[in-house]
């Protein structure tokens, strides 16, 4: 039937609220979404008088519904490519079918809602905050389980084309960086190696101040050497095991690992603790963690995540990157994790995936 125009801001972000849902939406949750500084009472009349707008600027009003308190679009009506992104119940983790993950990347059309914004509404905007880092972390993570896909098949230029979009959104993913170079030397294109290299080096010096990880400089040198191996689904998880020169003795921080001993004995005892390892780039953190994750020798889950200050979109992105892969590997664990479940979810909505 065409575009319909509406225009009204507020009542547009209305909508598309409501069509970024799979389920009916509560009024309660659409009037602070929209005023969050009004009484509750108030705020309830204001919605109330922006359905009706809504309704009135629609085709057919009957795509609204209303029911049990609750606000929703008919199923039946619409269609809407975030609901039938959510219906692709991809867990990388244990998905064998790439076709999954070509649908996931296929209805990922870039930011969410890109360009919109509810300036009077910092709930509101604090919603499409969350959710353009949850869409599009849900197409990171199909892309990388393609390329490894394509590269285990052989398909060596398609893994690169996938690499390349994925660097294209994330350009500070010095892990896809790396891929990207093992996989144009396995192509037997060293120059374009090379080349990769250099950008991954002058993003990172650019944007944050560092050089390349020595696991990304590891493989650069292998590539030009042609001694990498072929190329293959990096195993899941942290890898402690390629810090550089982990087999040789860690001198003058025996101190430093007995704290960090310490305060593990005392987490098994049930008191809670936090670390914080502090210094400056190259005195040996990483080197100092490696050590510590080996001394535990299998005596407890090693979970790693990383956040830089100008790349962080969303709260707590370090220690999401840091459940994830271990909540898709253990989903049992939820199972006693009790009300954590639905505090953690705020920040990882695909748990719902894994708990029903």
């Given at each position: 039937?065409?575009?319909?125009?509406?225009s009204r801001r507020k009542v547009r972000a209305l909508l598309y609220r409501l069509a970024a849902a799979q389920d009916p939406v509560s009024r309660e949750h659409l009037s602070f979404l929209f005023w969050?500084?009004?009484?509750?009472?108030?705020?309830?009349?204001?919605?109330?008088?922006?359905?009706?707008?809504?309704?009135?600027?629609?085709?057919?009003?009957?795509?609204?519904?209303?029911?049990?308190d609750h606000v929703g679009l008919d199923a039946a009506l619409v269609w809407s490519d975030v609901r039938a992104l959510e219906n692709q119940r991809v867990d990388s983790a244990h998905q064998a079918d790439p076709a999954?993950?070509?649908?996931?990347?296929?209805?990922?059309?870039?930011?969410?809602?890109?360009?919109?914004?509810?300036?009077?509404?910092?709930?509101?905007?604090?919603?499409?905050?969350?959710?353009?880092?949850?869409?599009?972390?849900?197409?990171?993570?199909?892309?990388?389980?393609?390329?490894?896909?394509?590269?285990?098949?052989?398909?060596?230029?398609?893994?690169?084309?996938?690499?390349?979009?994925?660097?294209?959104?994330?350009?500070?993913?010095?892990?896809?960086?790396?891929?990207?170079?093992?996989?144009?030397?396995?192509?037997?294109?060293?120059?374009?190696?090379?080349?990769?290299?250099?950008?991954?080096?002058?993003?990172?010096?650019?944007?944050?101040?560092?050089?390349?990880?020595?696991?990304?400089?590891?493989?650069?040198?292998?590539?030009?050497?042609?001694?990498?191996?072929?190329?293959?689904?990096?195993?899941?998880?942290?890898?402690?095991?390629?810090?550089?020169?982990?087999?040789?003795?860690?001198?003058?921080?025996?101190?430093?690992?007995?704290?960090?001993?310490?305060?593990?004995?005392?987490?098994?005892?049930?008191?809670?603790?936090?670390?914080?390892?502090?210094?400056?780039?190259?005195?040996?953190?990483?080197?100092?963690?490696?050590?510590?994750?080996?001394?535990?020798?299998?005596?407890?889950?090693?979970?790693?995540?990383?956040?830089?200050?100008?790349?962080?979109?969303?709260?707590?992105?370090?220690?999401?990157?840091?459940?994830?892969?271990?909540?898709?590997?253990?989903?049992?664990?939820?199972?006693?994790?009790?009300?954590?479940?639905?505090?953690?979810?705020?920040?990882?909505?695909?748990?719902?995936?894994?708990?029903?």
């Open positions: 039937q065409g575009l319909v125009a509406i969050p500084d009004t009484r509750e009472s108030v705020a309830r009349r204001n919605l109330t008088s922006l359905l009706s707008h809504l309704r009135r600027a629609l085709p057919n009003p009957e795509v609204v519904r209303v029911r049990d999954a993950h070509e649908r996931v990347v296929n209805l990922y059309r870039g930011p969410f809602l890109e360009g919109i914004f509810q300036s009077d509404s910092p709930e509101y905007e604090s919603w499409l905050t969350l959710e353009r880092s949850r869409w599009e972390q849900r197409y990171l993570d199909a892309l990388a389980s393609l390329v490894d896909h394509e590269a285990s098949v052989g398909k060596l230029q398609s893994a690169i084309d996938l690499a390349l979009r994925y660097v294209e959104v994330d350009d500070l993913a010095e892990k896809m960086h790396g891929r990207l170079i093992e996989l144009y030397a396995n192509l037997g294109d060293r120059r374009a190696a090379m080349r990769q290299y250099e950008r991954c080096a002058e993003i990172l010096e650019r944007e944050l101040g560092v050089e390349p990880l020595p696991e990304t400089q590891a493989i650069y040198d292998a590539a030009l050497k042609g001694t990498l191996a072929p190329v293959a689904a990096p195993p899941a998880g942290p890898d402690w095991s390629k810090v550089p020169a982990l087999d040789l003795p860690l001198i003058g921080r025996t101190d430093f690992l007995a704290e960090l001993d310490s305060a593990f004995a005392r987490a098994r005892d049930g008191v809670g603790t936090l670390v914080l390892l502090s210094g400056e780039p190259g005195i040996g953190k990483t080197r100092l963690m490696a050590e510590f994750a080996q001394r535990l020798n299998g005596r407890a889950h090693l979970l790693q995540g990383a956040g830089h200050p100008d790349s962080q979109l969303t709260p707590y992105q370090p220690l999401v990157d840091a459940l994830r892969p271990f909540l898709a590997a253990s989903p049992s664990w939820l199972e006693s994790a009790g009300c954590c479940v639905d505090e953690i979810a705020l920040l990882m909505p695909e748990l719902s995936d894994l708990t029903h």
